[in-house]
């Protein structure tokens, strides 16, 4: 069950009739009025009918939100726990270290959210006001919006079908008031599957800036990023670039570099050179990172000394000419 101050709530999809049974596909899906699930009710008829199927009805309130948003970007990867979310974290607190610049940070990892943690803001929840669902403020420029923010508990699993997660990320794009930003970055879960093909659909009007694909140097996780390249392409979404996690360890102590997970088949760098997609740098491991993530502070505040540090902030500059930007730290 998920809970919303102020009687912001979250509802199915607007493909799915609210007379529906639970695991309903959906109006607008092909098996609307075939899945089993549709035995017994009353809507089968009119959705297995011949009648064409509209547009999705959040799309024009989707693009009137967006229009106020400059750079929407995507974090990806096919292989889970390569360090997607930590990235973004970090990435969206550079961005926010120039106080000019607004930033966003959306999790629609939907079942297995992290992004409130990351951010040190996993007590609080969302508010609604007459404008819509308000996102939590790290600081007075960097909100972030996550379901992780609307469960009971840290351990209630979110047990949902494709179209009941659509609806959310559906609500987290044209409810939320993100209000005017710079940036918003988007953190996706593993996969090539119903969330990122809904934030597709939903952001194609008003257009995604590109995605940042990251990996770590051993071939189970190269083979999962170039099903994601692949992904990439077939959707017409813009890679900007690679980044290698867990490139080798940084001692703390002597700021020592060894190998941990070997590139075995060349890493990131030689699948950047096979795919003609830039390599935008490789972030060495440093256990600061996951006590940094734990604690919900920014490493790049707690540890600029750090080689870690120094290469996530190359890699967030390169980001930031490829959109046409200067970073201000």
């Known amino acids: 069950m998920l809970a919303v101050q102020h009687s912001a709530v979250v509802s199915g999809p607007p493909s799915v009739p609210s007379n529906a049974p639970e695991h309903c596909p959906g109006t607008e899906s092909e098996l609307a009025g075939k899945a089993d699930a549709c035995n017994g009710c009353a809507n089968q008829d009119i959705c297995a009918s011949n009648t064409p199927k509209g547009p999705d009805p959040a799309l024009p309130f989707i693009r009137d939100r967006m229009a106020t948003v400059k750079h929407k970007i995507l974090v990806l990867s096919g292989k889970g726990g390569v360090g997607k979310s930590t990235f973004t974290a970090q990435l969206g607190w550079a961005f926010a270290a120039d106080e000019q610049l607004q930033t966003g940070v959306m999790d629609v990892d939907i079942c297995g959210p992290s992004i409130s943690t990351i951010f040190g803001v996993a007590s609080e929840q969302v508010h609604s ?37 659509n609806g959310l990320i559906a609500q987290f794009l ?156």
């Open 174 to 329: 044209k409810d939320v008031d993100w209000g005017d930003l710079d940036y918003l970055v988007i953190d996706t879960p593993p996969g090539t599957s119903d969330e990122h093909l809904s934030v597709v659909q939903y952001l194609k009007e008003s257009g995604i800036d590109g995605a940042v694909l990251v990996t770590t140097p051993q071939e189970v996780s190269l083979q999962d990023v170039r099903r994601e390249i692949d992904f990439c392409r077939k959707v017409g979404i813009r890679v900007l670039g690679l980044v290698e996690n867990m490139s080798g360890f940084v001692c703390p102590g002597c700021k020592t570099e060894s190998q941990i997970f070997r590139p075995t088949t060349g890493g990131a760098e030689r699948l950047a050179k096979e795919t003609g997609i830039q390599l935008l740098g490789k972030v060495p491991l440093d256990p600061r990172i996951g006590k940094s993530a734990d604690y919900g502070v920014s490493f790049l505040d707690e540890y600029p000394d750090s080689p870690a540090s120094d290469a996530y902030l190359d890699i967030i500059d390169k980001i930031k000419k490829i959109l046409g930007g200067e970073l201000v730290l």
């Open 129 to 165: 006001s007459s404008s819509g669902w308000s996102p939590v403020y790290v600081q007075d420029n960097l909100g972030i919006m996550s379901v992780g923010f609307m469960l009971p508990s840290s351990r209630d699993a979110v047990m949902w079908r494709g179209p009941k997660k």
